[in-house]
T-cell receptor, first 113, second 115 residues
Framework: SQQGEEDPQALSIQEGENATMNCSYK?????LQWYRQNSGRGLVHLIL?????REKHSGRLRVTLDTSKKSSSLLITASRAADTASYFC?????????????FGSGTRLSIRP | DSGVTQTPKHLITATGQRVTLRCSPR?????VYWYQQSLDQGLQFLIQ???????AKGNILERFSAQQFPDLHSELNLSSLELGDSALYFC??????????????FGPGTRLTVL
């Protein structure tokens, strides 16, 4: 079963606009990561936020984490055509000796020129 | 370029056959992870090895097995292949063994087609 579920499944915006993607998860986590995947390619790590952090920035990316709501959001500001990709959140479950990282189903982001 | 290499890039085979996918982690990384990505199942974690030992297991079928060798490269063996095994198989590596705790660097993937 999916731990992280991204919302929306697909998003199309105009170049220059901001894009917001959300991720919800079910169980307590140690940390949450966001990855980007261009079509048919490997995933690229974007940012990691730990469970005791609330917000993190990296360039045009801003990630928030609300552990009380078990949700995270990824904001991409001033979007560019090169941002067109699928974005996945991945959670690392807390308290498991054999914990595993679970990826959500992803948000497909399309940037219109 | 992530520094993780995977071979082959494409593999076409028939049902019932057995294939081996190979992964070389980034220099210095001790952990190797295997993932399967299909249209209907999304990205599924299969298994993790750390410094030659199995560290975590995900949704890996009994028909699948993996190992990590002393030089830290890893192989994923898929046997008795079924049509549903057609997917992209990714390998990732990280420096440490705490799954999820550090950044994973993904390889370009092997596209497996079972006919």
């Amino acid at each position: 079963s999916q731990q992280g579920e991204e919302d929306p499944q697909a998003l199309s915006i105009q170049e220059g606009e901001n894009a917001t993607m959300n991720c919800s998860y079910k169980t307590s986590i140690n940390n949450l990561q966001w990855y980007r995947q261009n079509s048919g390619r490997g995933l690229v790590h974007l940012i990691l936020i730990r469970s005791n952090e609330r917000e993190k920035h990296s360039g045009r990316l801003r990630v928030t984490l609300d552990t009380s709501k078990k949700s995270s959001s990824l904001l991409i500001t001033a979007s560019r055509a090169a941002d067109t990709a699928s974005y996945f959140c991945a959670t690392d479950n807390e308290g498991s000796s054999a914990s595993k990282i679970i990826f959500g189903s992803g948000t497909r982001l399309s940037i219109r020129p | 370029d992530s520094g993780v290499t995977q071979t082959p890039k494409h593999l076409i085979t028939a049902t019932g056959q057995r294939v081996t996918l190979r992964c070389s982690p980034r220099s210095g990384d001790l952990s190797v992870y295997w993932y399967q990505q299909s249209l209907d199942q999304g990205l599924q974690f299969l298994i993790q090895y750390y410094n030659g030992e199995e560290r975590a297991k995900g949704n890996i079928l009994e028909r699948f097995s993996a190992q990590q060798f002393p030089d830290l490269h890893s192989e994923l063996n898929l046997s008795s292949l079924e049509l549903g095994d057609s997917a992209l198989y990714f390998c990732a590596s990280s420096a440490a063994g705490g799954i999820g705790a550090d950044t994973q660097y993904f390889g370009p993937g092997t596209r497996l087609t079972v006919l």
